[in-house]
């Protein structure tokens, strides 16, 4: 059974930094990219990156480039999501996802909170 | 980028009737399209996958077609529970991933 379970969210300043954890299992992780989605309050589904199944290529939202750096440890079957100069706007529950055989898995998210 | 657009923003229906929701996307997906149902403060559940396959544990009433750039959610005979806010997804052409904005099924 996939599983992908957030950790890292909390309460930050504006113009702090935080680091958001993607723990994966029941799938071979580093044969897969991997996803970070986000939704602000109220709001829609907003994609934020991409890592590809090396790390070596990367994608981003323009709303969080040059920002936010996305990657991943294949040996821990983790995903990261290094997030710095934090805005109120980036406030938002974050998800992982994955798309594995066709079907695409999400974590419960972690919520980040940006406010002074 | 794939722009994907979901059709009505909002759609009252009463419970036991059918609802129909729309997701346009700017150019072909093929099948590689999804559908979620987001209640406040969970995660989105997957309901439909590949356009048309209905996820584990999801009920018959629901229902995926389409195939290119437009695509269907039917449910067939709205429940309590249905009152939700249903988003489509793409997964052919990423990066980006690209959503639609979401319809939000309200009890008329």
């Known amino acids: 059974e996939v599983q992908l379970v957030e950790s890292g969210g909390g309460l930050v300043q504006p113009g702090g930094s935080l680091r958001l954890s993607c723990s994966a299992s029941?799938?071979?992780?580093?044969?897969?990219?991997m996803h970070w989605v986000r939704q602000a309050p109220g709001k829609g589904l907003e994609y934020v990156s991409t890592?590809?199944?090396?790390?070596?290529?990367?994608y981003y939202a323009d709303s969080v480039k040059d920002r936010f750096t996305i990657s991943r440890d294949n040996s821990k079957n983790t995903l990261y999501l290094q997030m710095s100069s934090l805005r109120t706007e980036d406030t938002a529950v974050y998800y992982c996802?994955?798309?594995?055989?066709?079907?695409?898995?999400w974590g419960p998210g972690t919520l980040v909170t940006v406010a002074s | 980028e794939v722009v994907m657009t979901q059709s009505p923003a909002t759609l009252s229906v009463s419970p036991g009737e059918r609802a129909t929701l729309s997701c346009r996307a700017s150019q072909s997906v093929s099948s590689d399209l999804a559908w979620y149902q987001q209640k406040p403060g969970q995660a989105p559940r997957l309901l439909i996958y590949d356009a048309s396959t209905r996820a584990t544990g999801i009920p018959a009433r629901f229902s995926g077609s389409g195939s290119g750039t437009e695509f269907t959610l039917t449910i067939s005979s709205l429940q309590s529970e249905d009152f939700a806010v249903y988003y489509c997804q793409q997964y052919n052409n990423w990066p980006p991933l690209t959503f639609g904005g979401g319809t939000k099924v309200e009890i008329k």
């Open positions: 029941g799938f071979p992780f580093s044969t897969y990219s």
């Open positions: 890592v590809n199944t090396n790390g070596g290529s990367t």
């Open positions: 996802v994955n798309i594995y055989i066709r079907v695409v898995y």
